[in-house]
């Protein structure tokens, strides 16, 4: 889909993509992240979103999804997962509650069509967080708003973190979308939300958080991801085994890149679905996204550049509960 408008509605549909290799022997095309309103990390490799107007017609959906000609392409992207969301409050322009200090349609723009409020916020979280139950989703999603509220307040963050919560057809569930500069401000958010919610309020316990991690692939955008608190990725690859592969070259380009900080010295081999990987501490968030936008390793090494996995360090250090939240949790 691209860099397309996103429309303010009350229902999306989050498509979530996944791509195949048919084959890595022949000439293959340039992997295009930008075909996806999002980029995704590790389990999904892209994101779209769907603004609908109702879920009637959820199932009418296509199963399989191909951003590639299918004829010529030796790349194909299905659709893995669908995630059907909606908005909370009972008027798009009438909202009284607090589910957000971002609007849907704000909080999905990308590209050049980014709205003000998300300029420089080229992060997108998608959060699901699962409850032992869930009576209320409304309730559910006003308290889930306030704990993020506070954490904003707390860290004085207002300006880097956007969010809105949506309830979900998932049972006991309700989802959170998160913009930012730093995947790390929202994984400090998630894990003081997990720590502290099972002492603020007996009755919502969540059981588990499950989030995907996303990037405004535009570079108008990605240019303004920072990780502040460090950040390790690990970059899988695969190889064209009629071609020759040569270690030490590989190891040369990641170290002119200046990805890696230091450079990394050893390729490993994976056994399994990947032939090479290589790990180590980023340097510099936005090369990363470059590097794997431009798939440059195509051409210079005969490699396939298929799979990164972040590991995120978080500045999170428990904080002591509060004297509200005690008394919220013996009502």
């Known amino acids: ?3 397309d408008r996103i429309a ?3 229902y999306y549909i ?3 993509y996944k791509r195949i290799i048919r084959s890595v022997n022949e000439k293959d095309p340039v992997i295009e992240p930008r075909t996806f309103n999002f980029m995704a990390w590790y389990t999904f490799d892209g994101i779209d979103i769907i603004p609908i107007d109702s879920f009637e017609n959820i199932q009418k959906q296509s ?6 000609d299918e004829t010529k392409s030796k790349i194909l992207y299905l659709e893995r997962q669908k995630l059907p969301i909606f908005c909370l409050h009972k008027n798009i322009n009438n909202d009284k509650s607090n589910y957000g200090n971002a609007s849907a349609g704000e909080l999905f723009s990308h590209g050049k069509y980014s709205e003000n409020k998300i300029n420089g916020l080229p992060v997108i979280v998608v959060t699901i967080i699962g409850f032992d139950s869930l009576t209320d ?3 559910g999603g006003q308290k889930i708003s306030e704990t993020v509220n506070d954490y904003i307040k707390r860290k004085k963050s207002n300006k880097y973190i956007k969010y809105h919560i949506f309830g979900t057809l ?3 569930s309700i989802v959170a979308v998160f913009r930012s500069n730093s995947y790390g401000k929202i994984i400090e958010f998630l894990t003081d939300l997990q720590n502290i919610s ?3 309020d007996k009755n919502m316990k969540i059981t588990n958080t499950y989030s995907t991690l996303g990037l405004d692939p535009h570079e108008m955008n990605y240019k303004n991801w920072k990780e502040s608190g460090g950040i390790t990725a690990s970059i899988k690859f695969i190889a064209k085994f009629t071609e020759d592969f040569k270690k030490d070259s590989l190891i040369k380009t990641l170290s002119k890149e200046k990805i890696f900080y230091p450079a990394p010295k050893e390729i490993y081999v994976v056994p399994g679905r990947y032939d090479y990987t290589v790990t180590g501490k980023i340097n510099d968030c936005r090369k990363l996204a470059k590097l794997y936008i431009d798939n440059k390793f195509k051409d210079n090494h005969n490699l396939l550049l ?3 996995s972040l590991h995120i360090k978080s500045n999170y250090t428990n904080r002591k509960i509060t004297k509200k939240e005690r008394r919220a949790n013996k009502k």
């Open 14 to 16: 989050l498509k979530f």
């Open 1 to 3: 889909m691209g860099a």
């Open 198 to 200: 099972p002492l603020t």
């Open 306 to 308: 298929y799979n990164t």
């Open 137 to 139: 989703i409304f309730g």
């Open 8 to 10: 303010e509605k009350n």
């Open 170 to 172: 998932l049972p006991n």
């Open 63 to 68: 199963l399989l999804t191909n951003h590639n």
